[in-house]
């Protein structure tokens, strides 16, 4: 699933893809924001993604569904 986070004062996304699912990560990013200090994610390669939480500026979570692949009929 691909997390993008928007941060304050930076021109650019944070883009995440993580194994953890929706309600996984709406917790974490739940917990930051109501007082915890860091956004702590890990992202599929098992490296930690940490982001103050008083610099989140969005949070966009992805479906968890594949997408398809190849030529089919729509």
């Known amino acids: ?8 004062n930076l ?22 924001l109501s007082g915890g200090p860091l956004l702590e994610l890990t992202d599929t390669r098992g490296r930690r993604v940490l982001v103050p939480a008083a610099t989140i500026g969005y949070v966009e979570i992805g479906s968890e569904a594949q997408r398809r692949v190849g030529f089919g009929s729509l």
Not at 11 to 21: F, G, H, K, P, Q
């Open 1 to 8: 699933m691909e997390i993008t986070i928007g941060v304050q």
């Open 11 to 32: 021109a650019r996304e944070l883009v995440v893809e993580t194994d953890a699912s929706a309600d996984d990560v709406t917790k974490a990013v739940s917990d930051a």
